[in-house]
């Protein structure tokens, strides 16, 4: 027989815990519990929040940041009330991370660059490249995206990478590029690609800066490992 919420001591059930500690106290299937409200007559709440997580349980939390609202609503207990409640959120939470990005004006070097672009890319489950052009001061101007490739590859020419950064009067520009596989370990093309642009921006004297590859919370630059000569 499942357990409703309703069969749990008070200070165990998921809103309750969260007024009385915090948020950031509760499970993960806690807190899809609390957006989620109610279970129904055969599945508790936090039965269904787990069945939410277990769809791609290999991705873990970030796997429902891709999820469409009708392959969320399928889940048995959501239906498209709940899945737009879920989906309502996960995107409020994404804006907010990328907004607190945008605040960070200056790059220092690429742990801003990462810090900035992280939000934005994490969690594409394509590859974009995209370009983050800087003024004289090392401000970020735009963080324009080139190319969207497949989950393995991005096709990206230097005539779009340069046209953006002469449109917005760049005096500078890093490469920044996703990689969906969580894994920000360079690719020779993703080298090769890097030693064409670096040369093309010399040419056109705006410098190339570094390449920042994401991954899953982590980050790869080709300047610190030295694998291109900037």
Request: charged letters at 25%; a neutral charge; one cysteine or more.
């Amino acid at each position: 027989m499942t357990m409703m919420v309703r069969d749990l001591p008070q200070e165990d059930r998921p809103r309750e815990k969260l007024l009385t500690h915090g948020a950031a106290v509760l499970s993960d299937a806690e807190l899809l519990a609390v957006l989620l409200r109610t279970g129904t007559t055969a599945r508790s709440v936090l039965d269904i929040a787990e069945a939410v997580l277990a769809k791609y349980r290999d991705k873990g939390l970030t796997a429902i940041v891709h999820m469409a609202p009708r392959e969320m609503a399928d889940i048995g207990g959501i239906g498209p009330a709940k899945a737009a409640t879920i989906l309502a959120a996960v995107e409020l939470g994404r804006r907010i991370a990328s907004r607190a990005a945008v605040k960070q004006t200056a790059i220092g070097g690429p742990e801003d660059a990462a810090a900035y672009a992280m939000p934005v890319f994490r969690f594409e489950m394509k590859e974009h490249f995209a370009v983050m052009l800087l003024d004289v001061r090392n401000h970020v101007i735009a963080m324009p995206v080139i190319s969207v490739g497949s989950l393995t590859a991005s096709v990206v020419h230097p005539r779009e990478v340069f046209r953006a950064a002469i449109r917005q009067s760049a005096a500078f520009l890093i490469l920044i590029h996703n990689h969906p596989s969580g894994d920000p370990t360079p690719s020779a093309e993703d080298a090769a690609l890097t030693r064409r642009l670096v040369k093309v921006g010399k040419l056109m004297e705006i410098p190339v800066l570094d390449h920042i590859i994401l991954g899953d919370g982590c980050f790869r630059s080709l300047k610190e490992t030295g694998e291109v000569v900037f």
